[in-house]
């Protein structure tokens, strides 16, 4: 059986600097080709189209021919016609699980860590792309930060015991804090005792998925999704299942179609990520009812749905949930600040002890005085004042966009839904190519994304992912114009 990786990885799998003196068809096939060495992709292995990965790493359909050339001409991968280009069986190694030093010492490592090697190296050659209307990243003009460091010098005074907290799930003062916030912000149905807090949003889904599915289950993913998902059910050696979405958010019919019997949905309800539409109250049931039915659990994404422009907040599918299916995940790294590192997960009250067994050996506990410092920045009243802040900020933002879009890029520029957080999708006209307008984009300090680098599978729609962050109102038509002036 062939089998496919996600488009996604290929990014990561080979690094393209158009800066350096190698050529670039030469810097894809040695990165092929050590991806198939080391066993990174094995023998079977269908590629995408020559258009996908070109599309992924900003070259030309051409300079991929000549490195599929090359890798064909050296037995490297194999062209059949009518089907597509696969890694050729020879060059495959017995088994890929072992690294090979210069000085010919074996080195094993599992095939987890073969296969998010190349994420790793991704972030060794990671480069800044300037900030503006970076994607996911909040304004960081807008955040108050005298309130909070005196609320950390504050806390970091008050803060006895240096040795490990009791409090392995979070300390009471924010977990109190953040139920009642969620209870009457987000419509969650829970109590403090349910809640834990966590190094971010991603490490409390990876200790879920690690709590919940066996190797060889099945996962729905919303497609396009959150690309960091996809690795949290890799790691479990479970089974990505793309789900489409549409203008009513995920296809719930589509998924059953496909993995009646999946253990897992992975949903983002109230702001998908990347589309951005609202997943539709109908939708929100069929989701439901299909997990009580099939034994299924939920995890609902909760990430930036605070930011909603014309209307008030939609509810969380968690307040929906009559049996207990749903693992609702939230963060602070939009509302207050990434680097902060916190997030939280609520969960049905017979996971709990599931959950924090899991837990433990992994992450012990969140740093407890950022803890202290953000439940009082609750108690405050910073953190409520701060998203309504927020929120009318980058509400100017967006309304400022959807203008300079109009006035610069009609025609070129479509975009998406837009009632709602903190980025918004641009599809773009047939005669655009995703990776021009993005390299050119970049140049300008515009840290806009591909869309396509978001999809497990086809069929994509380009387009471009615009944050709404660091970037004034005032600003916006400017960047909008330069923008269009370098790609029309
Ligand atoms: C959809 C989605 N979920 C979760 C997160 C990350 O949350 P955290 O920073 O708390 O790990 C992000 C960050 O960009 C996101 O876009």
Sequence with gaps: ???????????????????????????????????????RLTAETKLPSTRDLATIWGVSRNTL??????????????????????????????????????????RPISNIGHYLEPFGRN??????????????????????????????????????????????????????????????????????????IVPGAVSGMLVTTLALLNPGDQAWLENPSYINIGGLINYRGAEVVPVPVDCQGLDVQAGIDRAPNARLAYVTPSHQYPLGVTMSLARRQQLLGWAADNHAWIIEDDY???????????????????????????????????????????????????????????????PTLLQAAVAEFMLEGHF???????????????????TAVARHLAGAITLGAHDCGMHVVGYLAA??????????????????????????????????????????????DGYIAQLAAAIL
């Excluded at 996604?8 to 799998?13: A, E, R």
């Excluded at 000549?66 to 597509?84: K, M, P, S, T």
Aim: with cysteine; charged share 25%; proline share 6%.
């Design 123 to 196: 972030v060794r050659h990671a480069r800044s792309r300037g900030n503006a209307f970076a994607v996911g990243i909040p304004d960081k003009q807008t955040f108050p930060h005298e309130i909070w460091n005196r609320i950390v010098n504050r806390c970091q005074r008050r803060q006895q015991s240096t040795t490990y907290s009791r409090e392995f799930k979070g300390i009471p003062a924010l977990r109190e804090a953040i139920a009642s916030y969620l209870i009457s912000a987000r419509g969650v149905r829970c109590s403090a005792e349910q809640i834990d």
């Design 304 to 366: 930036d749905s605070e930011f909603r422009y014309d209307g008030p907040p939609i509810t969380a599918l968690q307040g929906l949930d009559t049996d207990q299916r749903v693992i609702y995940v939230g963060t602070f790294s939009k509302v207050m600040f990434p680097s902060l590192r916190l997030g939280y997960v609520v969960l049905p009250p017979d996971l709990v002890d599931v959950y924090t067994g899991v837990k433990l050996p992994m992450t012990l506990h969140a």
């Design 1 to 39: 059986m062939p089998r496919k990786l996600p488009n996604t990885l290929y990014l990561s799998l080979v690094t393209v600097d158009p800066d350096s003196a190698v050529p670039l068809y030469r810097q894809i096939y040695q990165g092929l080709r050590d991806a198939i060495i080391a066993g």
């Design 65 to 106: 021919r000549n490195a599929f050339d090359q890798l064909i001409a050296e037995g490297y991968l194999e062209a059949i016609v009518g089907r597509g280009t696969f890694v050729a069986e020879a060059r495959m190694r017995q088994p890929a699980l072992q690294a090979v030093d210069n000085g010919e010492r074996i």
């Design 431 to 476: 005669e655009f190519d995703e990776s021009t307008v993005v390299n050119a984009a970049n140049k300008l300090n515009i840290a806009i994304t591909p869309l396509s680098n978001d999809y497990l599978a086809p069929p994509k729609k380009a387009g471009i992912i615009i944050g709404l962050a660091n970037v004034r109102p005032d600003e916006i």
């Design 384 to 402: 409520v004042r701060h998203i309504r802040a927020m929120r009318k900020h980058y509400q100017a933002c967006r309304d400022a966009l959807i």
